[in-house]
């Protein structure tokens, strides 16, 4: 998986051939295929396991979140960068990715109406309000880091506005 990940990282999901599929991973076309059916899937299986990575950093708090992304590897933002792409043209792979982990989002979305009932986060919103706006700051980072825009991102500045923004009224 990590070295799917350095190819599509490096040349994007379109753009990564078999052949430096082969050369990153050090496997063979046979070897590789015998694992995966298809380019899509193995692009795929390497994407639901870092989405779900992020998700279970999610469940520790949203605070970890902008910490993984903005110090975490450069090379899983190509993949998430083109996911979100892929995603965006193709509607039945958005239909197949959001069923994806149902178990795995049902508990994001305990522990968040945990947090909310305990105190820890604003209760005058919709929980899937407060989940895009979360997921629209994240993408933004997501997308500076991955497109290698300026400064690097100010990680507790960040968090403190994200703390600010959804503490309880």
Do not use: C
Request: proline content about 4%; overall charge negative.
């Amino acid at each position: 998986m990590d070295g799917a990940r350095r190819a599509f990282a490096k040349h994007g999901y379109h753009r990564t051939t078999v052949a430096a599929l082969e050369d990153e991973i050090g496997l063979s076309r046979g070897a590789i295929f015998s694992y995966f059916p298809s380019k899509l899937e193995l692009f795929l299986a390497l994407a639901n396991v870092d989405q779900e990575h992020l998700m279970r950093v999610w469940l520790e708090g949203y605070e970890g979140v902008v910490r993984h992304l903005a110090e975490g590897d450069p090379d899983w933002l190509g993949a998430y960068l083109d996911v979100s792409r892929m995603l965006r043209n193709d509607p039945e792979l958005r239909e197949r990715w959001a069923k994806r982990n149902p178990e795995l989002n049902e508990e994001l979305e305990r522990n968040f109406a945990a947090r909310v009932a305990a105190g820890e986060i604003r209760d005058d919103l919709p929980l899937e309000t407060i989940g895009r706006f979360l997921g629209l700051v994240y993408d933004g980072i997501a997308l500076q880091l991955g497109a290698g825009f300026g400064e690097p991102i100010d990680v507790e500045g960040t968090i403190e506005l994200l703390r600010s923004a959804l503490a309880p009224k």
